[in-house]
């Protein structure tokens, strides 16, 4: 096998990092929430832009919730423990895509047994100033 043979294309590399980005939320939420999704799948949004979609994220409580009624609580309880951990959500991205996160934008729609998006705007390459992390914990 040649030299060039041997090497990923940009392609493969650029799916290796989504499925790495992927696999990391999958643990966050199980770290977070005590069970993880049933789906992930991250994917880029530009050029600095990451989405990650999880399916079916709800915890047995949260779908009892939800049969209550009780969209609103369920909602307010999964952003408020999000953004709690900020450092838990971003340091992965970062760690995986070499850049700071910039912003950190999380929701969950619990009509759709809890399918979730976390979102991330990434720095350029570069920069040099504080990331959402440090914003968190400032």
């Known amino acids: 096998m040649s030299t060039e043979e041997q090497q990923l294309t940009d392609a493969e590399i650029g799916a290796s990092i989504l499925m790495e980005i992927s696999?990391?939320?999958v643990r966050v939420y199980k770290d977070q929430f005590g069970r993880g999704p049933e789906k992930a799948r991250a994917h880029w949004?530009?050029?600095d832009g990451l989405v990650v979609y999880l399916e079916r994220t709800l915890t047995p409580a949260e779908r009892n919730l939800v049969k209550l009624g009780e969209h609103e609580r369920v909602r307010?309880?999964?952003?408020?423990?999000?953004?709690?951990t900020v450092r838990g959500f971003c340091e992965p991205i970062e760690r995986i895509t070499g850049r700071k996160v910039r912003s950190f934008l999380?929701?969950?729609?619990t009509e759709v047994d809890g399918l979730s998006i976390e979102s991330f705007v990434l720095h350029p390459k570069g920069h040099i100033g504080p990331s959402r992390i440090e914003l968190a914990e400032a």
Do not use: K, L, T, V
């Open 76 to 84: 307010n309880m999964r952003i408020f423990f999000q953004y709690a």
């Open 23 to 25: 696999n990391a939320m």
């Open 45 to 47: 949004a530009g050029p």
């Open 106 to 109: 999380s929701g969950i729609d």
